[in-house]
């Protein structure tokens, strides 16, 4: 049996976004391990893969002497767990994980994967920037056999800069979504009216939902500020997610005077039920890979706004959704005003965007990612060293 380990900076990424990929992946006769920076953190992470692994490594890049320290750590694992391929996710675990194995990977041959679910290098951000995110990704390439990009923009990108071989580099539907799981025949009536007596909301209450942690990139208030500026003043607003913004947005609500129609729900688990009771899913980002609560909330059938950027572009183009300008404030506010104006019409975008998730199933990534496997452990043609 092939050996895999699947790294990320922190574990929450492994139990929530890959553990449906791992769980299918052994049953092709894979062994699946996991490492991230905080596994004790999470102990139930370890029924999902074979076994798992804890580093040091820390989210901040400037944390320079621990993340050092985890280059030796990662090194030691890899050895000990006699890995044919190592799957690296998630920017510091990524580039550490690589710059680790660099030489490691040549003389056992040891096959690199590295799924990038957003270059840090975007239309966005200011040249200066992107020029060194363009180096440090050109850097680790080199250290990378496999590159998978998971929207058309960084597909067209990854070839552009070479990154890695041209014909080295796939472009993959995300990280998948369970079509049977995130269907609107799957939440029942009783759920809805549950969780619209937990918010206080009547049965006829209409919300826009937004499911995102809270960090800049999201741009929660833009969001705020349009919904402020909506005519129709009886909707509300609910947000699900926490983060180091989370504080600055309620202090934002409260001096809107909106706090009686704004709900922060911080983590939630019924993230289904909330999709489906919504009238719409909001995202004004400014910086995505493929989000997944677009994905799932196109599954259920519930309309999506989405900024006009890549990954989300990718999910609601041809009528899938509605596209905003990021930062403009006036789009978002007549398109949602919109979404209320004509429920059916939302409705019906919607049942496109269902249409569209067929080709981001779960079932489409998996064998994906079992055809990438088999074709980056067939070239490997080094002999371990004994």
């Known amino acids: 049996m092939k050996r895999i380990l699947m790294v990320t900076t922190v574990s929450i990424t492994l139990r929530t976004f890959l553990r449906p990929i791992a769980a299918r992946l052994r049953g092709f006769e894979y062994v699946i391990d996991g490492l991230a920076g ?37 090194k030691e694992i890899v050895c000990r767990g006699e890995y044919d391929l190592v799957h690296v996710h998630t920017p510091i675990a990524a580039f550490l994980t690589r710059f680790a194995l660099r030489r ?12 990038a679910h957003g270059f ?9 920037k992107k020029s060194a995110f363009v180096l440090l990704e050109k850097l680790a390439g080199r250290w990378t056999d496999f590159l998978i990009v998971i929207n ?27 079509l049977a799981e995130y269907s609107r025949q799957d939440v ?13 909301f009547s049965e006829a209450q209409q919300f826009f939902l937004m499911v995102a942690e809270f960090d800049p990139r999201k741009r929660h208030a833009d969001l705020i500020r349009a919904f402020a500026s909506l005519p129709d003043q009886d909707c509300s607003l609910v947000f699900a997610g926490e983060g180091r913004t989370m504080a600055q947005v309620e202090r ?59 990954g989300i572009k990718d999910l609601l183009h041809g009528g899938c959704g509605l596209l905003v300008n990021v930062g ?29 998730m067929k080709y981001h199933s779960l079932d489409v990534v998996v064998a994906a990612h079992k055809e990438l496997y088999d074709r980056a452990l067939a070239t490997n043609q080094v002999r371990r060293a004994p």
């Open 152 to 178: 058309n923009d960084d597909y067209a990108a990854a070839r552009r800069h070479r990154i890695v071989p041209p014909n080295h580099v796939s472009l993959m539907p995300g990280i998948g979504v369970d």
């Open 188 to 200: 029942s009536l009783e759920d809805v009216m549950r969780l619209r007596r937990e918010l206080a």
């Open 328 to 356: 403009d404030i006036r789009g978002f506010s007549d398109a949602m005003q919109w979404v209320l104006d004509h429920p059916t019409e939302s409705r019906q975008i919607a049942r496109l965007g269902r249409e569209r």
């Open 104 to 115: 490691l990977r040549r003389k056992r041959g040891i096959r690199i994967v590295y799924t």
């Open 120 to 128: 840090h290098f975007h239309d966005g951000c200011s040249a200066i």
């Open 252 to 310: 934002m609500i409260i001096s809107l005077g909106l706090a009686r129609r704004v709900t922060f729900l911080g983590q939630r688990s019924d993230i289904k039920v909330l999709m489906s009771a919504s009238v719409a899913v909001v995202l004004p980002s400014d910086r995505e890979g493929l989000p997944m609560c677009i994905m799932e909330a196109l599954c259920l059938e519930t309309p999506v706004i989405g900024s006009d950027i890549r």
């Open 38 to 74: 905080d596994m004790t953190r999470l102990p139930d992470s370890a029924g999902v893969f074979d076994s798992v692994w804890e580093v040091c490594w820390s989210r901040n890049p400037l944390a320079i002497v621990r993340n050092l320290r985890s280059i030796h750590q990662v």
